[in-house]
């Protein structure tokens, strides 16, 4: 399997425009998980899905954050309309979990959003 | 609740020195317990985890690491450091039941020649 796959690897933006970062989880893998990764805050989870369904949303930082799973192999996290605070490394991670298993997480090489 | 406190946010060692990275947790559930390790510009990758059984686990590159549940440490040690294990490493923490992982703030090693 390629792993966990994002894109873009590095997106630099104006303020005030939106922002589309994409995830493809491993397959067969049922919770896909978004964090974000920055010098202040360290990892915050943002959201997470088990079985396309978003359970968790609580680290979501405002309104302009909205996650997405339409299908088991892809999310989308967006942020509309982006600020320069929003700059971060945002990682994918997905994982296998259900009936007393539950693997660790495995994380994509993230996305670099710069918001200029 | 739970957290994560990573008390050292950077080690500079020597190369072939052994090292300790730190990892206290607080939770009132049992917990499973990851290392993970962040190369620059990479993802996180799994270095090792504690989910049941031993309480010494191994992982990859010759690291290990020790649960102590009386006094809720993981902490994770190599015998001889390579120049190459210079990178940012994570303590997690999962509560049994969750799927979401809770980071620490991160420790820098950095192995000096």
């Known amino acids: 399997d390629a792993g966990v796959i994002q894109s873009p690897r590095h997106e630099v933006t104006e303020m005030g425009q939106e922002v589309t970062l994409r995830c493809k989880p491993i397959?067969?893998?049922?919770?896909l998980f978004w964090y974000r990764q920055t010098m202040m805050r360290g990892l915050e989870l943002l959201i997470y899905?088990?079985?396309?369904?978003?359970?968790?949303d609580s680290g979501m930082p405002e309104d302009r954050f909205s996650a997405k799973m339409p299908n088991a192999s892809f999310s989308t996290l967006k942020i509309q309309p982006s600020e320069p605070r929003d700059s971060a490394v945002y990682f994918c991670?997905?994982?296998?979990?259900?009936?007393?298993?539950?693997?660790?997480?495995?994380f994509g090489q993230g996305t670099r959003l710069t918001v200029v | 609740a739970q957290s994560v406190t990573q008390l050292d946010s950077q080690v500079p060692v020597f190369e072939e020195a052994p090292v300790e990275l730190r990892c206290n947790y607080s939770?009132?559930?049992?917990?499973?317990l990851f290392w993970y390790v962040q190369y620059p510009n990479q993802g996180l990758q799994l270095l090792l985890k504690?989910?049941?059984?031993?309480?010494l686990v191994k992982g990859i590159n010759g690291f290990e690491a020790e649960f102590n549940k009386s006094q809720t440490s993981f902490h994770l040690r190599k015998p001889s450091v390579h120049i190459s294990d210079t990178a940012e490493y994570f303590c997690?923490?999962?509560?049994?039941?969750?799927?979401?992982?809770?980071f620490g703030s991160g420790t820098q090693l950095t192995v000096l020649p």
């Open positions: 991670a997905s994982s296998l979990a259900g009936g007393g298993f539950n693997t660790e997480a495995f």
């Open positions: 397959s067969g893998h049922n919770s």
């Open positions: 899905f088990n079985n396309n369904v978003p359970i968790d």
């Open positions: 939770s009132s559930v049992s917990v499973y």
């Open positions: 504690y989910l049941s059984g031993s309480t």
């Open positions: 997690a923490v999962r509560r049994g039941s969750a799927r979401q992982l809770t």
